[in-house]
């Protein structure tokens, strides 16, 4: 078996945190469990490139117990858990290329690798591989059933691509499923990313002014873990209807260049270029955090802060490179920039990656289910999914909930009835 990971002895640590975080995902645990017994994915080939982590491990473990020939590659070079790889290649013979820190040529290397598998189905998590197919690798687009996507990152590329009526496969839109965005991009970023930050430099964050850059799901995930902690935190925004809402979440909203001058900590995730720049980072104070949670490392311009300084960053703790600029103040960019709560902590949570991945293993099923209908767009994970992840969830949780009277469900389904 061809694989590539940093030292297959890692392999008894990963294979105990991979059981670790399988018993917080209670509804991968029954997926997994049902395509043991249905077999939906024999004789497919799914290729994925996603983050390498306790839970990732848990849902390529799933699919394979589904019948899948599963291989995966990083969906990012700062991401990968090495101990994960190595249990995945030792223990459940799956061909993982995915080394922590890896260089961009290496990555790409990688991402050649699982597609080399051939893939009936693609798992992508910020659409490389959707776009590694449709520009060097379009012999295998033929094979291709279709994939799903995780992030709303990847989502803005397949969108776009469907709108020019390049995209030659079906893709699931799974980050947009209600059990993910609502549960996975806000208190799962919103978590992790304080996690990252603390992990990576052990700040206070009490008493900090903590500029958050937008309020989509992700970003508002961490203002409010922000707040939390006792930060003082400003908002940042470019659309008004989200600047509204985080007014009345109760946050200061202001325009970047002001919120520059008086940030601590400045944490991005709004998957556009550049929303830190050099006329950002020239009004900062002394000794800042820079942070991204974002799915790519465009989101602080890195060669920006780097012609600003007077020479190369010094890393100055694991994960905090310290940039000292011509005046003397010193700027500290976590994680190289890229996604500070994977490269500097373990990403979300086993507990809310739960309903992402079972979305992923189900979307996945909808799609085998669906071939020869399906037509080569971005398509919604329909909502009985969406419904059946929830109540499995709650029941996990040990929570019920009521159910409607027959009075209330004929009250709610008829329209004689007013004033
Ligand atoms: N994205 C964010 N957190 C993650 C995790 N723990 N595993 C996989 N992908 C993730």
Redesign the pocket.
């Known amino acids: 078996m061809d694989f590539d990971i940093k030292n297959p002895e890692l392999a008894p640590g990963g294979r105990h945190r991979i059981e670790w975080a399988e018993q917080e995902m209670a509804v991968l645990r029954g997926v997994k469990e049902q395509f043991g017994t249905d077999r939906p994915f024999a004789g497919i080939r799914v290729s994925a490139c996603?983050?390498v982590?306790?839970?990732?491990a848990n849902l390529m473990v799933s699919l394979q117990s589904g019948g899948a020939d599963v291989m995966l590659c990083a969906s990012n070079p700062l991401?990968t858990q090495d101990d994960v790889a190595a249990s995945l290649v030792s223990h459940f013979e799956i061909p993982v290329f995915a080394i922590k820190g890896e260089d961009t040529e290496t990555y790409h290397k990688h991402v050649k690798a699982v597609l080399d598998h051939k893939p009936h189905i693609i798992m992508d998590?910020g659409a490389d591989l959707v776009s590694t197919l449709h520009t060097s690798r379009r012999e295998l687009l033929p094979n291709l059933i279709g994939g799903t996507e995780?992030t709303t990152t990847g989502l803005v590329r397949l969108r776009a691509m469907a709108a020019d009526g390049a995209l030659e496969f079906p893709m699931m839109a799974v980050n947009d499923a209600m059990t993910k965005h609502l549960f996975?991009n806000r208190y799962?970023?919103g978590q992790?990313t304080m996690d990252g930050v603390i992990r990576a430099t052990n700040f206070l964050i009490a008493g900090r002014t903590v500029v958050v850059v937008g309020y989509g799901w992700c970003s508002r995930g961490i203002a409010m873990r922000a707040k939390g902690l006792g930060a003082n935190v400003i908002v940042t925004e470019i659309d008004a209807l989200k600047a509204l809402e985080a007014v009345m979440d109760g946050f200061r909203v202001m325009p970047m260049m002001e919120a520059a001058s008086q940030g601590d900590i400045f944490l991005s995730a709004t998957g556009d270029i550049h929303v830190l720049d050099t006329h950002h980072f020239e009004r900062m104070k002394d000794g800042v955090l820079l942070a991204n949670s974002g799915h790519f490392d465009i989101e602080i311009n890195k060669p920006g802060l780097r012609s600003l300084s007077i020479d190369d960053p010094k890393r100055v703790r694991p994960f905090v490179d310290q940039y000292t600029l011509k005046d003397g103040r010193k700027l500290n960019l976590l994680g190289e920039g890229r996604?500070v709560?994977?490269a500097a902590a373990?990403?979300?949570?086993?507990a809310v990656?739960d309903m992402?991945f079972a979305g992923q293993a189900m979307a996945a099923k909808y799609l085998l289910e669906n071939k020869d209908t399906l037509e080569n767009k971005v398509h919604t994970v329909p909502a009985e999914i969406d419904q059946a992840i929830a109540s499995i969830k709650l029941e996990s949780m040990g929570i019920g909930i009521d159910t409607l009277t027959e009075e209330q469900y004929k009250y709610l389904n008829s329209w004689q009835e007013g004033t």
Request: no cysteine; aromatic share 0%; glycine share 8%.
């Open positions: 996603m983050h982590t306790t839970e990732t991401s998590d995780e996975d799962g970023t992790s996604l709560n994977l373990e990403g979300h949570p086993a990656m992402s």
